[in-house]
């Protein structure tokens, strides 16, 4: 069974950094993408950013500049490097990847269980 979770999270000041993790672990045979989203509650889920498999990365507008997505293949972990924190990326964030469990299975989509981030004024 796959699993994915999220920690780092917290309260931190309106400025501050804070950096995301999110590891896999399980019956893995291999991981293509890997994304961080956030939720707002009451907001649809946000994709803020994704990572292949080369290291090729892209970021939502709102964040690009602040936010560094980054992978460590051999951990099977990926990571949210988030600075210059501002009250409005309150929200909790989730890790997802694209994972196949087996060679002979295909890839789906699995999920972290989220981690909450809180930035005060």
């Known amino acids: 069974q796959v699993q994915l979770v999220e920690s780092g999270g917290g309260l931190v000041q309106a400025g501050g950094s804070l950096r995301l993790s999110c590891a896999a672990s399980?019956?893995?045979?291999?991981?293509?993408?890997m994304r961080w989203y956030r939720q707002i509650p009451g907001n649809q889920r946000e994709l803020v950013a994704l990572?292949?498999?080369?290291?090729?990365?892209n970021y939502a507008d709102s964040v690009k500049g602040r936010f560094t997505i980054s992978r460590d293949n051999a951990k099977k972990t990926v990571y949210l490097q988030i600075t210059s924190l501002k009250p409005e990326d309150t929200a909790v964030y989730y890790c997802?990847?694209?994972?196949?469990?087996?060679?002979?299975?295909?890839?789906?989509?699995?999920w972290g269980q989220g981690t909450q981030v809180t930035v005060s004024s």
């Open positions: 997802s990847a694209d994972i196949r469990p087996a060679a002979w299975i295909g890839a789906s989509e699995y």
């Open positions: 399980g019956s893995i045979f291999s991981i293509n993408a």
């Open positions: 990572i292949a498999t080369s290291g090729l990365t």
